[in-house]
Nanobody, 132 residues
């Protein structure tokens, strides 16, 4: 059984930075897309950033140039470096891993966000709050 545990969320002022981490326990295999997704109250879950098994990445337009996704396979850890945070980044952030099934990192942004826990493994989330 795979478990994903996120950490690193918190409260920051606009312009600040946070780094989220997601540690995966269990064997998720070698052909998975992993990513970060977020959901604010009253809004739909959206894809923030994804990375496929080959290392290709994709980002939501709203975070391009500010957020960076990376993974350390030796540590089974996924990261999201978030810089120049804005109040609209406030949300619960979730780490997820889903079988690639030929899916590109860009496709994973929308497909995994749409299916949620029906597609792969999801963590419990970590809250990010950005204030002015």
């Amino acid at each position: 059984q795979v478990q994903l545990v996120e950490s690193g969320g918190g409260s920051v002022q606009a312009g600040g930075s946070l780094r989220l981490s997601c540690v995966a326990s269990g064997d998720i295999g070698s052909n998975y897309c992993m990513g970060w997704f977020r959901q604010a109250p009253g809004t739909k879950r959206e894809g923030v950033a994804t990375i496929d098994s080959g290392g290709d990445t994709s980002y939501a337009d709203s975070v391009k140039g500010r957020f960076t996704i990376s993974k350390d396979n030796a540590k089974n850890t996924l990261y999201l470096q978030m810089n120049n945070l804005k109040p609209e980044d406030t949300a619960m952030y979730y780490c997820a891993a889903g079988r690639s099934l030929g899916m590109t990192a860009k496709q994973a942004l929308t497909i995994m966000a749409a299916f949620g826990a029906d597609f792969g493994y999801w963590g419990q989330g970590t809250q990010v709050t950005v204030s002015l």
